[in-house]
């Protein structure tokens, strides 16, 4: 069962990301509740609670708008979900509880007992664990760029359920949206302070040959009437 402050806290999360990305980013519609009771009752699992209130009351996935774009989350079909009898398989056990390396450890079949969370390209993707001693913490399978699979941690090093997952996610892409804007403006400022200057330049270079404009008038004047 969640409890009250974990709601709390994922839909200030939801809305922090809407304020900031309700242009970039579109979230369908949640899971219908028969959808996750088929799945589990299919699969002898048990979606973590947390993943489980985001599903039915949130979002099934949250899309990018851009053709190419990351996805934050994947939406995810429930009523035909995809696997094998030994691969991808919700129902067989998570076998990992540690880093692991594919260049220095035998290759197993780890990824059942899970259920994919979002891609991001080149073969990596993170996902949650729904069976095994890893139940409800996410993982990163980076096998096709840095040939290992790894819980999630924080800066304390501790693995990532579900909504802290997302917590860390988003507020790390509101972050990085923070530091590009203020790098724009930077920028900007930049470009004025140069344009102000070069205009500044121009100004001075005017004035001082339209001084020597009218100074030659003068002298010639001068001549005239001498």
């Not at 693995?159 to 403006?185: A, G, P, T, V």
Request: glycine share 4%; with cysteine.
């Amino acid at each position: 069962m969640i409890n009250e402050e974990i709601i709390q806290r994922i839909e200030i999360n939801i809305q922090n990301f809407k304020d900031n990305f309700k242009n970039d980013y579109k979230l369908l519609s949640v899971a219908s509740p028969k959808s996750i009771e088929n799945f589990e009752s299919k699969f002898a699992v048990k979606i973590p609670d947390d993943f489980k209130w985001f599903l039915l009351n949130i979002s099934n996935g949250i899309v990018n708008t851009e053709q190419y774009g990351f996805n934050l989350i994947d939406r995810i079909d429930f009523s035909d979900y995809y696997y094998l009898p030994d691969e991808f398989n919700p129902s067989l056990p998570f076998k990992l509880n540690d880093d692991f390396d594919f260049e220095t450890d035998e290759y197993d079949d780890f990824i059942n007992g899970t259920i994919h969370l979002a891609g991001y390209g080149c073969g990596c993707y993170s996902f949650i664990v729904v069976n095994g001693e890893e139940y409800g913490n996410v993982w990163i399978d980076n096998y096709a760029s840095n040939s290992e699979v790894s819980p999630i941690k924080s800066e304390l090093k501790n693995r990532l359920n579900f909504h802290e997952w997302l917590d860390e996610k988003i507020n790390s892409m509101i972050s990085q949206k923070n530091e590009k804007e203020n790098f724009r403006q930077k920028q900007l400022q930049e470009e004025k302070k140069q344009v102000h200057q070069h205009y500044e330049k121009l100004k001075s270079d005017f004035n001082g040959k339209a001084s020597n404009v009218r100074l030659s008038i003068f002298e010639k004047i001068k001549q005239i009437f001498k």
